[in-house]
């Protein structure tokens, strides 16, 4: 048998649950967190070297535009598993975990989520 949530309260005698509101001033919800981030060392030397390691494929080349950094490549959030194999390879030291993007380029992070949502389109 199947039973919806209201059937399940008023059958072990409880109050049907409030419904969900959302609360003035709360945050909203964030798109998901980036694990790895493209940052400006690659904008002068674009190095392929990330990509060949990658063993799901989710670091595209873009082509550079100011509003984006002029980043050349970026890696997608939602594809990214977080192996952590693309930042060592990097030769000019442009790729970081998110929550360790050095003070200067924390504006990469969000190029890395702009390319990445125009990629889905």
């Known amino acids: 048998m199947t039973w919806a949530v209201g059937e399940l309260h008023k059958a072990a005698g409880l109050a049907d649950p409030p419904p969900v509101r959302a609360v003035p001033g709360a945050p909203l919800p964030q798109p998901p967190p980036l694990t790895y981030v493209i940052t400006e060392p690659c904008v002068s030397t674009k190095d392929t070297s990330c990509v060949d390691v990658c063993p799901v494929e989710c670091i ?6 100011p509003g984006t950094l002029n980043l050349p490549m970026f890696i997608h959030p939602e594809e990214c598993i977080d192996c952590g194999a693309c930042e060592p390879e990097c030769p000019v030291d442009a790729i970081f975990p998110e929550d360790n993007v050095p003070e200067q380029w924390q504006a990469f992070t969000q190029a890395n989520a702009d390319l990445a949502a125009e990629h889905d389109g």
Do not use: G, R, V
């Open 60 to 65: 595209y080349e873009s082509e550079p535009q």
